[in-house]
């Protein structure tokens, strides 16, 4: 019966995500390829404590966690979203399940099949898999450690690229680390007013900034903007709340795909990430403590490769986020990994992060978000006794 | 700016469900619109007792409630589904945020651009956008009071027509209530056999049944049979919890569609739906008791309806589900609906559930769900007045 089948359902690429997630399930493994955040920075108590809130109203048609809502989002949460980011209202956000929900919506609200679509290359596989589901003339523009290479996106401007969007991940990218530079921003604005074509900016991870001065996101710089974020580094994912914010001409697109694909997000979710982001008592506590249990991890992973891989490893000490990017002389890290995952470890190889043959076949993405700085250098003992 | 939008987004129908879900916002209307269920019967105190369980981990990795999970979905939630419903195993048990995310993966993975797809003849304006949203040739088929006419799709079958696949909503169908006969269902299933098309049975109301007796679903019948279910009903919608079983050759498919598009389903909301639905003494009593007030809204609003129209309506007595559906003789209900919303009331015109101009122009909706009784008296006293 598989003749049934969907030309889409047939080419949907393979799921590298959902086999990571599938690590999970095995607790011997030390995993440094989820990103998963770590789960002690998750405000337990002060969500048990919203959840007591919104589910208090028993039995009246106040139980607005527990009904149906409208497909934008709660209004509590939108307003919070308003005031958090720069130049944005209310009105402009539309609440979603994840980002990775929002990343479906704004591609599929802007790209036509054979659509040029601009990409970081490296570039995060959940976004390249919502992305191809459009079908796109993918062009990928190289990063250094100062984000996307502007220049050669410019370049290529010059000779005749006219893409509908430029997706990128502007700060603590997944999966290199890096951050794109104020400068970069700046001419990357200026190129997306020239030439008509929006950026989509996501920013799962600016809020995990352990050094150095924050970079204004992009929206400040053009109106050829929107902007992705998510509750799931800043509470928990497992809330699966994320939110757009773009151009009003956006807007109303984004809503009317997002009923047809879940009518709203859960109302739960909303309501308990609303009470506990509205605390700022509570949330100003939370931001003070949340990037260092980063930096201590980041710090502990970084120094541990380093030592274990010696010269043969070119790695960036990170600034934030919850990830390195190794580039490794002379190895193959799909070879590797089989070998690792047999000294229960694992990681994502370069190659899954690109596309076309071969390329990022000698790179690797490691989280140091999940695990513990004990459990990361015995990890890296690991990694080395496999390579 | 907006020529940057892809010829999806500008195609996409309007909104009626959005539209709809926004009269819950002024609370002086009454409303027989929105297909809300009866807030007195969500579980709250159960569902509160939940949440402290599933929170109550603070700070291990065993917060499971809180970090990404699996994106088929929470364990012990497939294996309730697996447990309730028959023909069916845990494995293939996808949990879907809502069972509008369920049409949404289903119909992705089944149906190219110009795929003929059956529908009925009216049919849940959620399938429609869902399924619009692939391009299809939507071949209607019109219902009686045993739901779809089958004699009619067999003929067009004998003809020539060769669908991908049938969508149904068998008990209580949304909007009109009728509930598919068992003699229908042994047919269709042949049908189904016989020209090797998949039957999409979409059943969020069978649950809602107080009078006469359950009839199997499809699933027993053929092996072309995918089954959608929800909470929505069953617990409440807000969590937008649902799941599709479906056979081994399309599972795959659904999972990785799923997971471009969110990712997985809020884990916290998964969590607290699995631990009040495998409280078996708990669910015995609230099964027992959900169905009653739901008889007793539908008795209500059918003895005023029929009372305030006489021989002027045609209206069949519920068995079940939240709808009653009606056909006024030299009514318009569009125009019925815009004097309606003066007086402060709301349905759904017959023409929302069809497709082509003019059909279901004398029909409408009203859901006899969210409402008291005192209030449905109310509300068809006003309805009368703008009749």
Redesign the interface.
Known sequence: ??????????T????T??DL??L??QPDVLSLA?G??A??T?P??R??EA??RV???????G?????????EGVAALREWVAAVLPNAMPEQALI???S??GL?LVF?????PG?AVVVEAPSYV?AL??LE??SPELVMIPMDGDGLRVDVLAAQLRAGLRP??LYTVPNFQNPTGATLSYERRVELAALADRY???VVEDDPYGVLRFRGSRVPLMRTMT??AVTLGTV?KLL??????GWVVG?E??FG?L???K???????????QH?AADVLSDETFMSGHLARLPGVYRTRADALYTSMTEAFGERLQMVAPDGGMFLWGRFDGLDTNAWLQRAVRERVAFVPGTSFHRGEGRGRDEARFSFATLTPAQLAEAVGRLRAAA
Not at 1 to 10: D, F, K, P, V, Y
Not at 63 to 71: E, F
Not at 236 to 241: D, H, K, W
């Open positions: 019966m598989e003749r049934l089948l969907s030309t889409r359902a047939r949907t690429t393979s799921s995500i959902r997630l599938k999970l399930e989820g998963l955040p789960a002690e998750f337990v108590a969500m048990r959840a007591q589910l208090g109203e028993a039995g009246t048609y139980s607005a966690a527990l009904q149906y809502g409208p497909t979603t399940t994840g990775q929900q479906d599929h609200a802007l790209v036509d659509d959940g898999q919502a589901a459009t509908k969007c008509g074509f929006l109106e050829h799931s928990a994912p497992g809330l699966r709340v151009p001409w956006l697109s809503v009317k795909l009923q047809a694909r879940d009518l709203h997000t859960s109302s739960l979710s308990v």
